[in-house]
């Protein structure tokens, strides 16, 4: 079992830069390919990036491609989301998660952190 514990957000203007953590607990946590989700107030769940195993292969939202990173430092269990040019656009809660299969989809995801806000002004 994998616990995951999502911090970093907080309240930034457009243009700004954040970077989510996401630390994981146990040791199989290189087992794990991870992702980043997001939610918005009344809309679903959305994939925003994810990380294979080794980090070898990354996957983005065509929303996000170019502005956000997503990395993974196995010896620190820790998966990174470094977001640059923020829009307002990009405000919502922020989740990690992670799956033995790499996939875009939620539901595809057996362990989920608690969730950070981003809120983006304009």
């Known amino acids: 079992q994998v616990q995951l514990v999502d911090s970093g957000g907080g309240l930034v203007q457009a243009g700004d830069s954040l970077r989510l953590s996401c630390a994981a607990s146990g040791r199989t946590f290189s087992s794990y390919n991870m992702g980043w989700f997001r939610q918005a107030p009344g809309k679903e769940r959305q994939f925003v990036a994810a990380i294979t195993r080794s980090g070898s292969s990354t996957y983005y939202a065509d929303s996000v491609k170019g502005r956000f990173t997503i990395s993974r430092d196995n010896a620190k269990n820790t998966v990174y989301l470094q977001m640059n040019s923020l829009k307002p656009e990009d405000t919502a809660v922020y989740y990690c998660?992670?799956?033995?299969?790499?996939?875009?989809?939620?539901?595809?995801?057996?362990?989920w952190g608690q969730g950070t806000q981003v809120t983006v002004s304009s």
């Open positions: 998660a992670a799956s033995r299969l790499a996939t875009r989809v939620p539901s595809q995801y057996d362990y």
